[in-house]
Every structure is written in C-alpha cells, then in structure tokens.
C-alpha cells in the first residue's frame, strides 16, 4: 500500500546521511487500512539540503520552509523536524499572545513530534526497518478512536487556531470522538478564528462540505461556538429558526445529509455548488422577506449578493466560486418562475450551470417532502431529457458542450439539415465525337447507353458504357486500338498500308485506364525556374 515515490525519498535521503520518515495523516491512514490521500516526509535535512539531494525539488512557504519533491503529477511534501515554538519564532509568550507567525526553527524528531497538533498525526514510520516511531501515545488514541491535542490543548489552539477546523474535519472523517479536555479548550479558543489566516479558513471549510461527511462536520462546528465565528450568517439562521420552532435548522442540515450521498455516490461537485447547498436557507427567508420586489433576474441577484457578501469579504471567496453559487442559486430560483408564468422553458436548458440548478431543486425536493415542487422537479427533469434527445447532447461530453455553445438554437427547433453539394459525376473518356462536336453540346443530367448497330467496321471504335463495369468486355481489344486517344474513321486497306506504322509509347511512363478507356500519359512537369540568390541580412 505504501507510494513507490515516497519510499524512493526517504530510502534516498538516508543513503546521504539523513533521518527521513513517513509522518503525518498518510501513517494514520495505512494503520486504520484506508488508502492515503496524499504522503509527507520528515527528515533531519534542512530544505537546501533536500534540493542537493533531488533535482526535481522546489523550495515553498513563507511561515515555515518546505521541500516539494515533484514526479509528474505525484508531489511528496518534505519538511525539516521542528522544535517547539519559542519568542524567536513570532509568538508573544511574555503578553499572552501564542500565535505562531514564524516557523522556522528546526529540531530532531522527538521534538517534531512534540511540536504536532494531535496525536493520531504525529505517527512516524520507516519502511526501511518497518516499524512505527511513537513518541507521543498516539498508537494508544488510534486504537480508542479519540482525537487529543499534543500537550496542553489550549496552547496547541492557541498558537494555530485553524486547528479547531482540523480537529472536527478528522473526527467527522474518522468517527472518531473528541477527548475531553480537548473538546472543552475548542470550545474556549473558538473566537480566536478570526486571527486565522482567511485562505486557510476558506479551505478547511471548503474541505469540511466536500468531504462527504458535512452534516456531522457542521453539527461539531455549531456544538464547539466555531460556526458563530467562520458563519454568522448560518449561525444566525439556526438560532432565529430553533426559536420559531419552524425546522428550517434541520433543513439545512439534511441537505448537508443530501450532498454528502452524492459524493458517496462518485459524484464532484464543485465549490459553487456546495456553497449553494449551505446558504440555501439565508436565500429562501430572504427571498420571502422580499418576493414584492421582484421584477428582474437582477433583482433576485441583488438578494443573493446581500447574503454572500459578508462571507466573501471575510474568507475571500474567489469571483469564480461566488460566481457559480449565485448562478446555481438564480436559476433554481427562474425554474420556478419560468414554469408558472408560461416563459420559454427550454431557453433555460441551455443555460450555464442548468443542471446545477436542477440538482438544487432536487436536494429541496428529497429534504422537503413537498408535492407541488416534486412535480416541478419531474416537469422541468422530462424536459432535460426531452430537448436532450432532440438536440443529440451531453452536457457531460466536452465536445458536445461546445456543439451547444456554437449553436443557441439547438434545444428549442430542430436543427436544419445542411444542404451538401451532389457530387459530380464523372465523365468517362469517349471517343465517338469530336471535340469539337463535344464543346458545342450541352451537358446532360444523365448518361444512357446508346444501343449501337453491329458494324464490323466500327468494332474498334465503340464507345464503352458511361457507367464503368466490374467485368472487362467480352471482346478483347487490340493493343494499339486502346492507345488511339481520340476516334478516327475507318481507314482501308490501302491507306493504312501507306501510312508508316506508328511508333510505339515508352512502356514504363504510360499508365492504362481500367476497362479499356485508353491510355492516360501524365504531362511532363515544367521545367523548373531557378530562383534569384538573396542576400542574407
């Protein structure tokens, strides 16, 4: 189970001298038999050192140094041991402040561990010898399935307030549960999130909806204080709905049960669409607190603006994923409106991120158990499939994706068939008429064969069938009578025993045509011209 790549850098880096191991979340995967999603190394050697080493390593990070060990796409994270954190490294022991703002100081192994966030995490293993290093209990946690802190668990979150986000991601994951006193210091750090570095906030919750355990990574996130923190604007939404009494609380959260099947189903759904899912109540009381004003498809944009914009300026949401939730967003909003107010449905078909909209209506649809949306579900889905197979698309299929953008109109009329040239048909090489006669007559559509009288004297010159056949006429022809290119009337006898004999062609540059069409001879090529020398500049 183990990656060749990874082995390769640590079998590498302890032939040059260093201590190198496998550490972190792969060795905790392998010992609870999942497959790794991604493998780190921790050596002794310091980050230039690992260049030397390997040509095809890239030097990253600006809070702590780390070494990118890259094969094609396979990427193996090496990192120099780290010592516990003191005043040098940024973090302001003296006022109370344990933010780690610099990360720089290197150590031995022991103290690497020492310095990791949670135990199960802070497993080293070597596959030379094959054995697992463990320096902080963590085989001990592993096998109970509890999440604890490395030391004390206040500093821990305090220094790196992100790793409350950590902790529930690997116990949503895992199933694992929360040690006591662990649980208690997430709860009184929680407001120390917003010192945490925004991208790094955006990504584990990010992480947290794709992960396919959502709905008990939100519930951990709501029953720690953390979601008042990193989502007020959903925190608020539960609390207004628990005191009203109206379930809308576990709405939300049985669409989180909803996406998180359609990932154990092998589906991907994008960021967009998983933000959709989670802000899908804010935007349905705020559409309902202000259905009057609805006028415009920008009118309903200025309500979904009004709920992502707080969100978007905290963690900095990309325009693309705020983008994609607000589209998603709207047009689930315009299948509705579209279908009750007798609108051309299939233009809707066609628009971007469509079926998004229609899975969105789907989750409200299986979360609701509403029969009127139901219907609208099963109307809007048969004309999916309808227009799908009129139009002969897949939205799944790149190349028919762009079928569909080059031509708007293919879902609403059938596409008009295109109008191909006929192919000309080809004159067969006649000798019956002069060319003369030939130029002055006008073309015929079509070509019929001339019954012609037996004429011994005309045998030779008898025009072939226009229509070229499989089998070679039954009479054979003469040699010379075939290479004549153009027809002559019958000589006799005399004449032609006057006339010198013609001088026969070069075998090997005359090409015979099939069926006895005579003998084609390809034209000289001209001469070639001799090109003026140029000056070179």
Not at 372 to 383: A, D, F, T, V
Request: hydrophobic share 35%; charged share 35%; with cysteine.
């Amino acid at each position: 189970m183990l990656d060749a790549n990874a082995v390769h850098v640590v079998d590498r880096l302890q032939r040059f001298g260093h201590a190198a191991y496998l550490v972190g979340g792969c060795v905790r995967d392998l010992l609870l038999k999942r497959e790794p999603k991604d493998y780190d190394v921790a050596t002794s050697a310091r980050p230039r050192q690992i260049r030397r080493v390997f040509r095809n390593c890239r030097i990253i990070g600006r809070r702590f140094k780390l070494a990118h060990v890259v094969f094609g796409e396979d990427i193996i994270e090496t990192s120099t041991f780290r010592t516990i954190p003191s005043a040098s490294s940024g973090a302001g022991l003296g006022d109370g402040d344990l933010l780690i703002t610099s990360d720089n100081e290197f150590g031995t192994a022991e103290e690497d561990a020492q310095r990791r966030d949670f135990t199960v995490n802070a497993l080293f293993y070597d596959p030379a010898r094959r054995e697992v290093i463990d320096y902080v209990g963590g085989l001990e946690d592993l096998g109970a399935g509890l999440i604890r802190t490395v030391g004390d668990p206040q500093i821990r979150f305090r220094e790196d307030p992100v790793r409350i986000l950590r902790a529930i991601k690997f116990a949503s994951r895992l199933d694992f549960q929360f040690e006591a006193e662990t649980f208690q210091a997430m709860r009184d750090c929680a407001t120390d999130l917003e010192k945490g570095a925004p991208p790094r906030v955006l990504e584990e919750i990010l992480r947290l909806l794709r992960s396919g355990k959502a709905e008990s990574a939100f519930r951990l996130l709501d029953d720690c204080g953390s979601l008042a923190v990193i989502l007020p604007e959903i925190d608020a939404f539960l609390r207004a709905s628990r005191r009203a009494g109206d379930g809308e609380d576990e709405i939300i959260f049985a669409s989180l049960r909803e996406l998180d099947r359609r990932f154990a189903e092998g589906e991907d759904p994008s960021a967009g669409f998983c933000l959709a899912v989670l802000f899908s109540g804010p935007l349905r009381l705020a559409l309902s607190r202000r259905s009057r004003e609805w006028k415009s498809p920008m009118d309903l944009l200025s309500v979904f603006d009004d709920v992502l914009e707080g969100f978007s300026e905290r963690t900095r949401l990309s325009r693309r994923d705020s983008g994609n939730a607000r589209r998603f967003a709207l047009l689930r909003q315009r299948l509705e409106r579209s279908g009750r107010r007798r609108q051309r449905p299939l233009a809707l078909v066609r628009q971007e991120g469509f079926d998004e909209g229609l899975d969105l209506l789907a989750i409200e649809c299986a979360t609701r158990r509403d029969p009127e949306l139901r219907e609208l579900y099963l109307e809007w889905h048969e004309r999916r499939e309808s227009a799908r197979r009129e139009s002969g698309y897949d939205r799944s299929e790149p190349a028919n994706l762009e079928r569909l953008i080059g031509l708007p109109s293919s879902i609403d009329r059938p596409e008009p068939v295109a109008r191909e040239e006929a192919p000309r048909r080809a004159v067969p090489l006649t000798r019956e008429a002069p060319a003369e006669k030939a130029a002055l007559a006008p073309p015929r559509r079509t070509r019929e064969p001339q019954q012609r009288a037996a004429d011994p004297a005309e045998k030779q010159v008898e025009s072939p069938s226009p229509a070229p056949a499989l089998v070679p006429p039954p009479t054979a022809k003469p040699a010379a009578a075939r290479r004549t290119p153009t027809a002559r009337p019958a000589e006799s006898a005399s004449d032609a025993a006057a006339k010198p004999s013609p001088v026969q062609p070069n075998p090997g540059k005359l090409e015979e045509l099939p069926f006895g069409y005579g003998v084609f001879e390809p034209p000289a090529p001209p001469p070639r011209a001799e090109r003026p020398l140029r000056k070179r500049r």
